[in-house]
T-cell receptor
Framework: GQSLEQPSEVTAVEGAIVQINCTYQTSGFYGLSWYQQHDGGAPTFLSYNALDGLEETGRFSSFLSRSDSYGYLLLQELQMKDSASYFCAVSSNTDKLIFGTGTRLQVFP | DTAVSQTPKYLVTQMGNDKSIKCEQNLGHDTMYWYKQDSKKFLKIMFSYNNKELIINETVPNRFSPKSPDKAHLNLHINSLELGDSAVYFC???????????FGPGTRLLVL
């Protein structure tokens, strides 16, 4: 089967850095994606890692370690608008994207 | 210039009714999906179509029937609605692999 674990909630202040971890168990692993979802909104794609290492896109970075079945999303220079739920998701040879349970990030002024 | 659109946005109905949700994408993607997001925000794949062909059917009750008239449209018909069907249903599309998906705004279904 496939399973993912991520923290249920993270809090931080504006301007800070926060890391959201994700561990996964899956066979036929292709890669790890990250999605952002604001309350009442739709999930939006943030990043995808298929290879080990860090991918940077502006204030957001995503990391993958295939040998550790682990990844994280790093958010820098936090802004109030970053308050949202963040989902890690694994893709595999099943042609499906399996989502984690989501991490609710609350950014305080 | 909406990428993935769904109608209706809200749906309130009685138990036992039959309802449909429509989805359209203008991104030229070959693959489309239906997801159900419950009150705990758990996002679960229901169906996937590639160029009008069903490729994923995730042990969903057969009261749910997807239909893809062409690769830009994927509709979801639900028969005999139950209280447990209340959720947000998202349509999504992807250009290739499942890793990068573009979601519609969601349909909030409430069954009374």
């Amino acid at each position: 089967g496939q399973s993912l674990e991520q923290p249920s909630e993270v809090t931080a202040v504006e301007g800070a850095i926060v890391q959201i971890n994700c561990t996964y168990q899956t066979s036929g692993f292709y890669g790890l994606s990250w999605y952002q979802q604001h309350d009442g909104g739709a999930p939006t794609f943030l990043s995808y890692n298929a290879l080990d290492g860090l991918e940077e896109t502006g204030r957001f970075s995503s990391f993958l370690s295939r040998s550790d079945s682990y990844g994280y999303l790093l958010l820098q220079e936090l802004q109030m608008k970053d308050s949202a739920s963040y989902f890690c998701a694994v893709s595999s040879n099943t042609d499906k994207l399996i989502f984690g349970t989501g991490t609710r990030l609350q950014v305080f002024p | 210039d909406t990428a993935v659109s769904q109608t209706p946005k809200y749906l309130v109905t009685q138990m036992g009714n039959d309802k449909s949700i429509k989805c359209e994408q203008n991104l030229g993607h070959d693959t489309m999906y239906w997801y159900k997001q419950d009150s705990k925000k758990f996002l679960k794949i229901m169906f996937s179509y590639n160029n009008k062909e069903l490729i994923i059917n995730e042990t969903v009750p057969n009261r749910f029937s997807p239909k893809s008239p062409d690769k830009a449209h994927l509709n979801l018909h639900i028969n005999s609605l139950e209280l447990g069907d209340s959720a947000v249903y998202f349509c999504a599309s992807s250009p290739g692999g499942a890793e990068t998906q573009y979601f519609g705004p969601g349909t909030r279904l409430l069954v009374l």
